[in-house]
């Protein structure tokens, strides 16, 4: 065992002489056998060891148990050794993601790189999971030799190597009671269908752990022919082919604040990318809302529709989110322009957002303001941001489009609302 743990951590290069390796020990056989490995390697790696244990209190006394036992075998071997524990609350994903990502948010912390002791055995099984849960190729690659400062060198290692070696160096370890039954998939994989695919082939293990070793090359390969510094276009996703357009939304997704996107968010935006609507969107986990905006996805801002407020006479209302203010005075000249119009209102002046039948009369007839912005192709995650000024007898004009034609003043008094870049 200690050959190929050795073959693994120079293949990929995991430690330098000098660097602090945290072994993370629960105290049974396989974790055993690493702490115990690199404890006898240590010297050669020139590296300093130490250990971590974390004590999910899930199992009662025998966790405890455990944590002791962790700490009685580092002191006899003077291996520095940090603990934490906490009480894990099952989440979404249920109580063994909620239980790993406590203890890797307590290991990520440590002040070195930590070495994990997941197996061959362990590599087959996270594979034969995926492909019953649904997987692409990613998935298929299994577990990943180095995450960051995470490594495990064990991925060459079988189980019954594992013990061997635990039985030749004569190193105790703890069994795990909750390992016997079959409430999680992982254990029912374990126990009834890796032993009839082992007796079709005694190197069960070896082969998928190789397998998927290959397989994470073929996933690099593509995740880097499909890297951009600038996102394509919509017009240039619709060309790619998919295995390179599927990476190239996961990466668009993450970067948008997506923390985890699944097959059903790249399908979601694909669709986006072939909708017949030029402005078509989709909301995302994370509160994140993708729009398409005619040859372009695009991220939309977090802006909630702004609220009615009355514009005061010789007054100025600002809108921050679009870098504007809106002036309203007295008017000295008639004017007519997209962002800047004489009117006569009725009552007082409101500054809105677009409401149902809204319309506008322009040189060209009445249309309603929803079609108007369509035909001005305005992208629709844009349209609820769009100040409209009305008063009492209905709409003046709208920002960008000028004023209704039937509300124009023909003469002083009047009074003119300009839109101008903040100051």
């Not at 795990?176 to 069960?204: M, Q, T, Y």
């Not at 276009?233 to 990466?251: D, G, I, P």
């Not at 000024?389 to 000028?402: K, P």
Request: include cysteine; glycine fraction near 8%; charged fraction near 25%.
């Amino acid at each position: 065992m200690l050959n190929d743990l050795l073959e693994q951590l120079r293949r990929y290069d995991m430690v330098k002489p000098g660097d602090r390796v945290y072994v993370a020990v629960s105290g049974g056989a396989d974790s055993m056998a690493l702490l115990w490995g690199l404890f006898l390697l240590k010297e050669k790696l020139g590296i300093a060891l130490c250990a971590a244990h974390f004590n999910h209190h899930l199992r009662g006394e025998e966790s405890d148990r455990d944590a002791e036992f962790v700490r009685a075998f580092c002191h006899r071997w003077d291996i520095p050794l940090e603990v934490s524990q906490g009480q894990i609350v099952p989440g979404k994903k249920g109580l063994e993601a909620a239980a790993r990502e406590a203890r890797y948010a307590f290991l990520r912390k440590l002040p070195g790189k930590i070495a994990t002791a997941h197996t061959a055995d362990d590599n087959a099984e996270t594979v034969l999971m995926h492909l019953v849960r649904g997987t692409g190729l990613k998935g298929l690659g299994g577990i990943t030799p180095v995450s960051g400062n995470v490594l495990r060198p064990m991925l060459s290692v079988t189980r019954e190597q594992v013990m061997a070696f635990l039985e030749e160096n004569h190193i105790p370890h703890m069994e795990d009671s909750s390992n016997a039954g079959d409430a999680f998939l992982r254990n029912r994989l374990r126990h009834h269908v890796i032993p009839l695919l082992r007796a079709e082939n005694p190197r069960l293990a070896e082969n998928i752990s190789a397998m998927a070793g290959r397989l994470r090359q073929d996933e690099e390969a593509l995740s880097r022919l499909a890297e951009f510094q600038e996102f394509p276009s919509v017009t240039e996703l619709r060309q790619q082919k998919l295995a390179l357009r599927s990476r190239m939304l996961e990466r668009f997704l993450k970067n948008a604040g997506v923390k985890e996107p699944e097959a059903e968010h790249i399908a979601l935006a694909e669709n986006l990318i072939f909708s017949d609507k030029p402005s078509a969107s989709a909301n995302f986990p994370g509160g994140v809302t993708v729009c398409r905006n005619y040859d372009a996805l695009e991220v939309l801002p977090k802006v909630d529709t702004p609220e009615a407020v009355t514009l005061p006479m010789n007054g100025v209302v600002e809108l921050p989110y679009l870098g504007l203010q809106v002036v309203c005075r007295e008017a000295t000249e008639l004017t007519d322009s997209r962002d800047s119009f004489t009117v006569c209102p009725e009552g007082k002046i409101v500054l809105r957002t677009r409401q149902s039948g809204d319309a506008i009369r322009l040189s060209g007839g009445t249309k309603t303001l929803k079609k108007l912005f369509i035909d001005r192709k305005i992208p629709a995650s844009q349209r609820h941001l769009i100040p409209v000024i009305c008063d009492e007898a209905g709409i003046l004009g709208v920002w960008g489009i000028g004023a209704d034609q039937n509300r124009l003043a023909r003469e002083l008094p009047a009074v003119t609302i300009q839109f101008q870049a903040m100051e």
